[in-house]
């Protein structure tokens, strides 16, 4: 059975750091792809005002185009309102008949039990992480032991070279008219000024 990675998340901007993860992903855990899965409205950032799906889509596809191992899938554009993590995860799982592992934040991870049907994310679906650097994973630590000794949870923890970068550091740059090129990659820059994203 294939294993299949799914990369959750606003990605607005997608940046350096994701595609990394990704990619150490597919080399350290031998998947076979990672699909990345922007959201329509996530539960966590109901009044978070969001690029629209179709810009953040595009900066996706133009991230990834020379990586065949690398897709995206547009499950919850296309489904239209919150979206939970969980079904999307079982839906997935049908679509591409593969096993499914998750990839997200280590911030998320600490807070996944608390996610709609967390605890049963925990039990059916591996999940990947990394630490950001500077990050205190103290907290981390503990929560992931506890996971594996309740949920007996599979959580994989990647040896990524530090490279400290976030979506939000990148919007606030983009406004104050500052230079981003060492954080996403250049035509992602290039269509980001193209279509003046991020201005206000």
Request: glycine share 4%.
């Amino acid at each position: 059975m294939k294993k299949i990675a799914i990369f959750g998340g606003t990605f607005d901007p997608i940046h350096l750091a994701h595609t990394r993860l990704a990619e150490t992903a597919l080399s350290e855990l031998g998947l076979d792809k990672v699909v990345f899965m922007p959201n329509e409205v996530s539960p966590f950032k109901l009044d978070a005002k969001i690029s629209p799906a179709e810009h953040r889509c595009k900066m996706i596809e133009i991230a990834i185009q020379n990586d065949k191992r690398l897709e995206m899938t547009t499950y919850e554009i296309d489904k239209k309102g919150i979206s939970y993590t969980y079904d999307a995860l079982q839906d997935l799982s049908a679509m591409y008949e593969a096993r499914l592992y998750f990839i997200l934040g280590y911030d998320s991870v600490v807070a996944i039990d608390t996610w709609y049907k967390g605890s049963d994310i925990l039990k059916e679906f591996p999940l990947i992480t990394a630490v950001r650097p500077g990050t205190d994973n103290t907290l981390g630590e503990r929560k992931i032991a506890e996971y594996h000794r309740d949920y007996d949870a599979e959580i994989h923890l990647l040896h990524m070279p530090p490279f400290d970068c976030s979506s939000s550091h990148i919007r606030d740059l983009c406004r104050k008219g500052q230079p981003i090129h060492e954080l996403v990659n250049e035509r992602v820059e290039e269509y980001i000024i193209n279509n003046g994203l991020y201005k206000d």
